[in-house]
Nanobody
Framework: QVQLVESGGGLVQTGGSLRLSCAAS????????LAWFRQAPGKEREFVAV????????YYANSVKGRFTISRDNAKNTVDLQMNSLKPEDTAVYYC???????????????????WGQGTQVTVSS
């Protein structure tokens, strides 16, 4: 079992930066693919970024590519999301998630993820 707890959300102006962090419990954390998703009011949850077990492979949604960076520290059981050049459309609740299965490639589908955090609010003012 893995428990995920996000932190680092808040209110920021357009063009600003935030760093989200997700702390995980569980001895097998380093084996899992980790991802960030987000859900804006009135919208479905959407994929943001994913990272493989070693941190050597990442993938981003087109909407955040070049602005967001996902990273992980298996020694500390954390996965971070550095968000730069934030836009009002980035406003959402951000969730970290863990995929415990071995797959070909990195999943961007929320239904493939087994463990979820409670979410952290990010609000970008215009």
């Amino acid at each position: 079992q893995v428990q995920l707890v996000e932190s680092g959300g808040g209110l920021v102006q357009t063009g600003g930066s935030l760093r989200l962090s997700c702390a995980a419990s569980g001895r097998t954390f380093s084996r899992y693919v980790l991802a960030w998703f987000r859900q804006a009011p009135g919208k479905e949850r959407e994929f943001v970024a994913v990272i493989n077990w070693s941190g050597g492979s990442t993938y981003y949604a087109n909407s955040v590519k070049g602005r967001f960076t996902i990273s992980r520290d298996n020694a500390k059981n954390t996965v971070d999301l550095q968000m730069n050049s934030l836009k009002p459309e980035d406003t959402a609740v951000y969730y970290c998630a863990a995929d415990r299965r071995t797959r070909v490639g990195l999943s961007t589908t929320e239904y493939d993820y087994d463990y979820w955090g409670q979410g952290t609010q990010v609000t970008v003012s215009s």
